[in-house]
């Protein structure tokens, strides 16, 4: 941590950002000031929109497309920033300004192995040669507690799981040791067990090379845990800003405790069926990726009823997503049987009927890169309509108006916009049209709400909940966030190495849980509590750590 005397690495002053939409400029940032010394950490939170990335971004000295830098000081280490040249700032970044971006999947490059991604900016920067690259990487992946640390690194993006790939990229920010790292929602795609994990190594780095950090979450436990300070945005204007313990205990703004108390939805759970008829049944599952010796899934087993949601939880690489490819088809099964309404499905996609990819459905998590980026949302919408419903013409727009209404999105504003033009939230509630526009019976939900913040998170799960009370769906909720258990859940279903450790109705399996492993999982939930992480940290160390239990 910093000392007051310390000179300051980074100072914005009166930061205006505009972005371009709809033929006219308008205010993203409006006039936000912001001051960081090496070792600090300040943390970013706000609801979606707040400006939170932009500012961010702007502390590199870059605006994204269709967005730019209208005013204001952006002083690093003494460089003006607004006024340098592009050659001056891309010798910053990579080097002396890193970025960790929120979608680890959208920012690799799929053609290229993970470690010589991360050995490109290394060598870029005259910092080592390949063979220290590799070296160091390795050490990185071990201290990120990435699995097989010395051969992880030569698989390619789509071979490790979304949280693997979001550590992988922590590590490249880390490579060249800078002296600022903006940290997007680094753990937004990271289960509770490895999100402590990579949280203590960031802290750690962080305090051991004096490095400064902007920390923009919309979790605020987490940046409890990270923050030295906390400034909250709103619209594009800072609120308040304070040190951590007093934000966290004596906010002065009103939006503030809001965002304190938000998270109050909870579905009422359903009674259980005395006569239960499965509408997807999973029997017997294994299945094994194509070149691996050891199975994803072993001998995994369960039922979703219509109207029902149960809900899929375990730490990154359990196979949780894996399961979902097998059920869509994605994935060929080794052995057992996937059934819908008690008929057995093929286990390649392209051998079943289309009534039945019809009826099930997928929204996946990361909205950004589920749309294509050149399609308005009328076709996006409009596609399925026309495949599995033969929809056309006044029938089609009809259908396509009233999706945006179930979703709550005005179809006069948004169904001609692109998804570059739509919030977060927005085109999530989008990729939700998208599936119930083939009108299924079951849908897969696969970490939809992981990269939203918690307000707009708490209208999606409200919206889905709406949505299976009206149509009778079956949710499979694939999460690693227990509030978003504790929200939506029927049922919940325990993951692990592949396998099903703990499963049953919510309140069986978490009141009072009685296997280890979701144990582990229910303590590693943060706190709004600047000590919690330290706290659990000091308890399994007292115990053993968390190998004591076998994990």
Avoid at 11 to 38: A, M, N, P, Y
């Amino acid at each position: 941590m910093s000392s007051e005397s310390d000179p300051l690495l980074l100072e914005i002053s009166d930061l205006q950002v505009e972005g371009f939409s709809e033929d006219q400029w308008h205010e993203i940032v409006k006039g936000v000031d912001l001051t960081l010394k090496r070792g600090e950490v300040l943390g970013l939170i706000g609801e979606s929109g707040a400006g939170k990335s932009t500012i961010g971004m702007a502390a590199m000295g870059y605006a994204k497309p269709g967005c730019r830098i209208k005013g204001g000081s952006i002083k690093f280490n003494g460089i003006e920033l607004t006024t340098a040249s592009e050659e001056e700032k891309r010798k910053l970044r990579g080097s002396r300004i890193a970025y960790v971006a929120q979608s680890a999947a959208a920012s690799f490059n799929p053609a290229h192995k993970i470690i010589n991604q991360f050995s490109e900016t290394v060598i870029h920067h005259g910092l080592g040669n390949r063979k220290q690259a590799y070296a160091d990487a390795k050490e990185l992946y071990r201290r990120l507690k990435m699995p097989e640390p010395d051969q992880i690194g030569f698989r390619y993006p789509h071979q490790v799981s979304g949280g693997q790939l979001q550590r992988a990229m922590t590590a490249m920010a880390l490579s060249c040791r800078p002296d600022l790292i903006i940290f997007d929602e680094p753990t937004t795609a990271l289960d509770v067990t490895t999100q402590i994990e990579v949280l203590v190594t960031i802290r750690d780095i962080v305090r051991q090379y004096n490095t400064a950090a902007i920390y923009i979450s919309h979790d605020l436990a987490i940046v409890a845990q990270m923050a030295d300070r906390i400034k909250v945005l709103r619209y594009g204007d800072s609120v308040e800003e304070s040190a951590t313990r007093d934000m966290l205990s004596n906010p002065r703004e009103n939006y503030t405790k809001t965002l304190w108390a938000v998270r109050t939805f909870k579905k009422t759970v359903k009674p259980p069926d005395p006569q239960p008829a499965a509408l997807v049944k999973v029997d017997d599952i294994t299945a094994t990726y194509p070149g691996a010796s050891l199975p994803v899934l072993s001998n995994v087993s369960l039922e979703i009823q219509r109207g029902e949601t149960v809900a899929i939880v375990g730490e990154s690489g359990s196979g949780k997503s894996t399961l979902a490819k097998v059920i869509t088809g994605l994935l060929p099964q080794d052995k057992g049987q996937i059934l819908y309404e008690g008929v057995g499905l093929s286990s390649k996609y392209r051998d079943r009927s289309s009534y039945h990819l019809q009826k099930i459905q997928m929204i996946y998590q990361m909205a950004d890169t589920a749309m294509n980026p050149r399609h308005r949302v009328r076709d996006i919408l409009g596609r399925p309509l026309k495949f599995f419903l033969n929809l056309r013409g006044n029938e089609k727009e009809k259908r396509l108006r009233e999706l945006m209404e179930m979703i709550e999105l005005d179809p006069d504003k948004f169904l001609d916009r692109l998804p570059s033009e739509l919030s977060g939230g927005e085109k999530q509630r989008v990729c939700i049209a998208r599936a119930i526009a083939a009108q299924p019976s079951f849908i897969i939900c696969d970490e939809v709400t992981s990269a939203l913040d918690q307000l707009v998170a708490e209208g999606i799960l409200r919206l889905l909940d709406r949505l299976q009370q009206e149509l009778n769906l079956g949710y499979m909720f694939i999460t690693h966030d227990i509030a978003t258990v504790n929200a939506i859940a029927d049922k919940v279903v325990v993951m692990l190495q592949g396998q099903v450790v703990d499963q049953g109705a919510k309140d069986e399996v978490f009141a009072p849980p009685q296997h280890e492993y979701t144990k582990l999982l229910l303590t590693s939930v943060p706190e709004m509590d600047p000590e919690w992480m330290d706290r659990v940290l000091a308890e399994r160390a007292a115990k053993g750590g968390m190998k004591a239990a076998g994990y």
